[in-house]
C-alpha cells in the first residue's frame, strides 16, 4: 500500500530538511522524500499544498490510556503517546490490556517507581489501572523512606519490570518528597546499569521548603553526575512554577558538566493531579505562596473556597482529579516565564495530558465526538497546537525545523538506548516509521480551555500512524486503531 503527500512544506528535523518536497509512504514506513517523486501504481495521492508535513509528535508524558484520550491527541498532531512520568505495574498487564482494547497511537510505558513502593510498603497489588494509580496519590502510608529491605525489595521489582519491557524508570518523587536522598540515587544507579532512563517528577525546591531533605532540582543533576544516569525532569514549569529561571539554571550547569539531563515543559499555567496528593496539602500550598482558591475540583469546576473545605475534600476523595494554579496566563510577565521553560535550549515538549472521565465513573468512551460531561485538564487535548501557536506563529521565537525538533526529534532520542524501536521515530528519513503530521501552518491552534476541555485542536489536517491515516481533511477516521507498542529490550 503506497500513498504519496504531494507538495508539502516538508519538515525532517533528523535531516534539517526544510522545503518544498513529497513524502511517499509505503507499507507503513518512510520510503522516500523529495521533489517530484514518481507515483507508483495504486498509490493514493494526497494533495498537501501549502500545508506543513513533519514527524507525528511524540508525547514522553502522556497519562491517557484510553481511546478516548488517544483520539484526543491525535487530533493534536500526537502520533506516539507514551506514559513515562508514572508509567504502570505490572508493565507485561499494561501493555496487554492497551493492545486488547486497541489504540490509535503508538503507546508504552516506564517502570512504575510508585507502584512498586506501594507494593512492598504497603502490600498493595498494583492493577495497571489508571483510577488506582490515582487513589494510591493520596495515600500517606507509602509516603514514608524505606528500610534497608524493603528498599531492595522494590528495587528488584523495578529490575524487573524493566526486564520485560519497559522503557525506564517513572519516579513521582514530588509525591512522596521527604523520603531520603539515598532512595533516590539507588533508583539512578539502577538505571545507569540497566541502560534506561529515569523520568523524575521531582521533589520540592529549597525556595519552597527550606526543610526539604534535598532541592529537587539539585538532586536530578547530582544524581545523574554521580552515576552517569540519563535523568529526565518531567513538566519544569510546574513543578518549579516562580523559581523557574532558577531551576534551568541548575540544569544548565549539569549539562555543560556532561551530566545526561533532559528537560520538559507544556504551556499552561495550571497543573492537574489527585486532590490528596502530598503537594495540594494546605501548608504546603502556603509555602508556594498558593492558597485554597488556586484549587479547582476538575468534575464539578468548584474553587475551593478555604482549607476547611480543601482538607474536607483531600478526606472524602483524594484520587479526585483537581486543577492548581501556580502562573496567571492573563498576566504578560507569567506567559513570558511559560515561554522561557519552552525556549530553553534542547527542552522538549510534554503534555502531562490527564484521563479523561465522566461523572459515571467512566475514563473511557469509543463515542466520537466524544459525549458531552466528560472532564481533563485541557492539556490532553491542546498542548502541541497550543505550543506551536505560541512559539512559532505569534512569537516566531521557534521556526517550524525546530518546533519539530522540540516535538518529534528530541522526544524521540530520549529513548534510543533502551528502545531500538524509537530509532525509527520523530524523523522523516527513508525506512523511518510513517507517523507523519500534516498541518495548517496558519491555523493550528489548542481549542480546549480549562472550562471546556475536550474540544480537539484545529488546523491538524491528516494524520498517520504506521502508515495508517487517523485523521484525514481534519476528520478523525473513528475505525482506526493502528497504534502498536513500543517497549524496551533489556541489555
Known amino acids: 500500500m503506497h500513498t504519496l503527500l504531494r507538495g508539502g512544506r516538508v519538515i525532517d528535523p533528523g535531516a534539517g530538511l526544510d522545503g518544498?518536497?513529497?513524502?511517499?509512504?509505503?507499507?507503513g514506513r518512510i520510503a522516500a522524500v523529495g521533489p517530484g517523486l514518481e507515483t507508483p501504481p495504486g498509490a493514493e495521492i494526497v494533495d498537501v499544498t501549502g500545508l506543513v508535513v513533519g514527524p507525528g509528535f511524540v508525547d514522553v508524558h502522556s497519562h491517557v490510556h484510553s481511546i478516548a484520550g488517544h483520539r484526543?491527541?491525535?487530533?493534536?498532531?500526537?502520533?506516539?503517546?507514551?506514559?513515562l512520568e508514572a508509567g504502570v505495574m505490572p508493565i507485561e498487564k499494561g501493555y496487554a490490556d492497551a493492545a486488547k482494547a486497541g489504540r490509535p497511537l503508538n503507546y508504552g510505558f516506564s517502570a512504575s517507581w510508585g507502584g512498586a513502593r506501594a507494593q512492598v510498603l504497603l502490600g498493595a497489588k498494583p492493577d495497571a489501572n489508571v483510577g488506582s494509580s490515582l487513589a494510591m496519590l493520596g495515600n500517606e502510608a507509602w509516603r514514608r523512606s524505606s528500610s534497608p529491605a524493603e528498599l531492595t525489595?522494590?528495587?528488584?521489582?523495578?529490575?524487573?519490570?524493566?526486564?520485560?519491557?519497559?522503557?525506564?524508570?517513572?519516579?513521582?518523587?514530588?509525591?512522596?518528597?521527604m523520603t531520603d536522598p539515598g532512595e533516590f540515587l539507588a533508583v539512578a544507579?539502577?538505571?545507569?546499569?540497566?541502560?534506561?532512563?529515569?523520568?523524575?517528577?521531582?521533589?520540592?525546591?529549597?525556595?519552597?521548603?527550606?526543610?526539604?531533605?534535598?532541592?529537587?532540582?539539585?538532586?536530578?543533576?547530582?544524581?545523574?553526575?554521580?552515576?552517569?544516569?540519563?535523568m529526565h525532569h518531567c513538566h519544569v514549569n510546574s513543578t518549579s512554577g516562580r523559581h523557574v529561571d532558577r531551576v534551568l539554571g541548575t540544569l544548565d550547569r549539569a549539562q555543560r558538566l556532561g551530566s545526561r539531563v533532559t528537560v520538559e515543559a507544556y504551556p499552561y499555567g495550571a497543573g492537574s493531579t489527585a486532590i490528596g496528593a502530598a503537594?495540594?496539602?494546605p501548608e504546603r500550598l502556603r509555602m508556594k505562596g498558593l492558597g485554597p482558591s488556586n484549587i479547582i475540583v476538575v468534575e464539578t469546576g468548584e474553587r475551593v473556597a478555604d482549607e476547611k473545605r480543601l482538607?474536607?475534600?483531600?478526606?472524602?476523595?483524594?484520587?479526585?482529579?483537581?486543577?492548581?494554579?501556580?502562573?496567571?496566563?492573563?498576566?504578560?510577565?507569567?506567559?513570558?516565564?511559560?515561554?522561557?521553560?519552552?525556549?530553553?535550549?534542547?527542552?522538549?515538549?510534554?503534555?502531562?495530558?490527564?484521563?479523561?472521565?465522566?461523572?459515571?465513573?467512566s475514563f473511557e468512551s469509543t463515542e466520537w465526538p466524544l459525549p458531552p460531561g466528560g472532564s481533563t485538564h485541557p492539556r490532553a487535548a491542546g498542548t502541541f497546537s497550543k505550543t506551536l501557536r505560541l512559539m512559532v506563529r505569534e512569537t516566531g521565537v521557534w521556526t517550524w525545523l525546530e518546533a519539530f525538533r522540540r516535538c518529534s526529534y528530541l522526544p524521540a532520542r530520549l529513548l534510543d538506548d533502551c528502545a531500538p524501536g524509537a530509532r525509527a521515530k520523530g524523523h522523516l528519513g527513508v525506512g523511518a516509521d510513517a507517523d507523519v503530521v500534516v498541518l495548517d501552518p496558519e491555523?493550528?491552534?489548542?481549542?480546549?480551555?480549562?472550562?471546556?476541555?475536550?474540544?480537539?485542536?484545529i488546523g491538524v489536517r491528516h494524520l498517520f500512524v504506521g502508515g495508517t491515516a487517523v485523521v484525514r481533511q481534519g476528520e478523525l477516521q473513528t475505525n482506526a486503531l493502528p497504534g502498536r507498542a513500543l517497549r524496551g529490550e533489556a541489555r
Open 72 to 83: 484526543m491527541q491525535a487530533m493534536d498532531g500526537v502520533t506516539t503517546a507514551l506514559d
Open 20 to 27: 518544498l518536497s513529497d513524502v511517499l509512504i509505503s507499507d
Open 443 to 457: 491555523r493550528i491552534s489548542d481549542a480546549a480551555t480549562y472550562r471546556d476541555p475536550l474540544r480537539p485542536s
Open 279 to 281: 503537594f495540594i496539602a
Open 153 to 177: 525489595a522494590w528495587l528488584s521489582l523495578l529490575e524487573s519490570e524493566i526486564a520485560a519491557g519497559a522503557l525506564g524508570i517513572g519516579v513521582l518523587l514530588g509525591y512522596a518528597p
Open 189 to 230: 544507579q539502577l538505571a545507569a546499569k540497566a541502560g534506561v532512563p529515569t523520568y523524575t517528577h521531582v521533589r520540592e525546591l529549597a525556595e519552597v521548603d527550606p526543610s526539604t531533605p534535598v532541592d529537587g532540582s539539585e538532586e536530578i543533576a547530582r544524581a545523574a553526575g554521580e552515576t552517569g544516569a540519563a
Open 311 to 361: 482538607l474536607q475534600l483531600r478526606q472524602e476523595d483524594p484520587s479526585a482529579p483537581c486543577l492548581m494554579e501556580f502562573l496567571d496566563e492573563s498576566r504578560e510577565a507569567d506567559l513570558e516565564m511559560l515561554r522561557r521553560t519552552l525556549a530553553f535550549p534542547d527542552s522538549i515538549v510534554g503534555s502531562d495530558a490527564m484521563p479523561l472521565f465522566w461523572p459515571d465513573g
